[in-house]
């Protein structure tokens, strides 16, 4: 039931005053705050693909349903109220079942006069479950079990996610309150090295750290997903060889298509698969380029995909796509010495890193999560992908992952 909704109007925070009770911001629109770019289909293969996305359970591995400010350099401000609003409009008019939601990215930390603190997580979640509970459209998902009773029902299934670890600093304990508080995926480390490992941005990777190794047993235990699309690739290598359960790489490329960090080697791409995890593609700007799309859209990001099922096999691969509702753009150009990106940025300027390519204002075809949801199925539809490949990669997939480690 991925087209037919039950969203019923129900707006963030709605339940107290803008501007009396917490401050208010203009929010970017939610749906055609650029020019749309759907695939092109024949009546028929419109027909199969609105077919599909309502038989199947439709679900992307890697988020941010976020509503970001109009005005995007109002963004700091707006973070510091640690009151960010969902998209529920724009879930609405999407064809996910479920989405990972990745609520704390380190940009909430960025402005935190500590850093990464526990209490900063707490809020951030806090806060968005209480929105969530004003309503019954976007439902926390525990189990899998949510994930199938929000396709039969018309609603979205929410899974919390963290992007990284450093919150839990030495305190094994705190995994499983995360796990309390319902957060049912998490990255070991978030670019920059924390107790766990090594971030993609480290120098020197150390990888997996001892403290790392009984945080991933600890997880394994609780039943929590374990993510390391922001890992080095030997903190990646070694927490697949430590876990008893299938590791994800929920957002992430081919490095052998583009010299990034922020993207995976061979090597990585086929340890995570024979694990018997996933690999979502990452679409988030400027990140999965080929030399033949060096203008970042829906065909580059979809050569990612292609290159991946064919390294791993199409039982390996799913969609995190990485979007906002919001100017990610600009996002990234405010926040620029914080993230992932920089790294690839500087090393193109100096003709060390990725080649150069031609920024874009927003990546067309696959601009946020609405958008990306039914494009990805229809450029499936369009190159002849079978129903029983498109259930796999669209969801299924990622369901077989969970059964493993939510169980």
Request: hydrophobic residues 40%; negative net charge; contains cysteine.
């Amino acid at each position: 039931m991925g087209l037919d909704k039950r969203w019923e109007g129900y707006r963030s925070f709605s339940y107290l005053r803008p501007g009396v009770d917490y401050r208010a911001f203009e929010l970017a629109p939610e749906l055609d705050r650029v020019p749309p770019a759907p695939v092109p289909l024949t009546p028929e293969e419109e027909a199969r693909a609105e077919r599909l996305e309502r038989e199947l359970i439709l679900i992307s591995l890697h988020e941010h349903v976020g509503v970001f400010p109009a005005d995007i350099a109002r963004t700091p401000d707006y973070v510091r109220e640690g009151r960010m609003a969902t998209a529920f409009e724009g879930l609405a008019a999407s064809a996910w079942d479920a989405v990972f939601d990745n609520l704390m990215d380190g940009i909430g930390a960025i402005h935190s006069r500590h850093g990464w603190q526990w209490e900063d997580v707490l809020h951030d979640l806090g806060m968005r479950l209480c929105d969530l509970a004003h309503q019954d459209f976007v439902v926390p998902a525990l189990r899998v079990h949510d994930i199938r009773r929000a396709h039969a029902e018309g609603r979205v299934a929410w899974v919390a996610s963290l992007e990284g670890a450093a919150m839990i600093e030495n305190d094994l304990d705190r995994i499983e309150i995360l796990h309390g508080f319902g957060v049912r995926a998490m990255g070991i480390a978030y670019s920059e090295a924390n107790a766990l490992g090594s971030g993609l941005k480290e120098p020197r990777d150390g990888g997996l750290t001892v403290f790392g190794r009984r945080a991933v047993e600890r997880m394994n235990r609780v039943g929590m997903l374990i993510d390391c699309s922001h890992c080095g690739d030997r903190t990646t290598l070694d927490t697949i060889a430590c876990s008893e359960r299938p590791v994800v790489l929920s957002h992430i490329g081919a490095r052998a298509l583009w010299d990034s960090n922020r993207l995976a080697p061979d090597e990585v791409l086929e340890a995570c698969a024979a694990s018997g995890g996933v690999i979502g593609i990452e679409a988030a700007p400027h990140t999965t380029l080929t030399p033949e799309h060096r203008r970042h859209d829906l065909e580059a990001f979809m050569a990612h995909f292609e290159y991946v099922k064919a390294r791993v096999g199409i039982d390996h691969v799913a969609f995190g796509p990485d979007t906002l509702y919001g100017d990610h753009v600009g996002l990234h150009h405010t926040y620029a010495a914080n993230l992932s990106l920089d790294e690839s940025r500087r090393g193109a300027e100096a003709g060390e890193g990725p080649a150069a390519f031609d920024e874009v204002p927003y990546v067309e075809g696959i601009e946020n999560p609405t958008e990306g949801s039914h494009n990805i199925v229809r450029w499936l539809v369009k190159h002849g992908y079978g129903d029983e490949d498109i259930a796999k990669v669209m969801g299924g997939n990622v369901l077989r992952v969970l059964e493993a480690v939510w169980a």
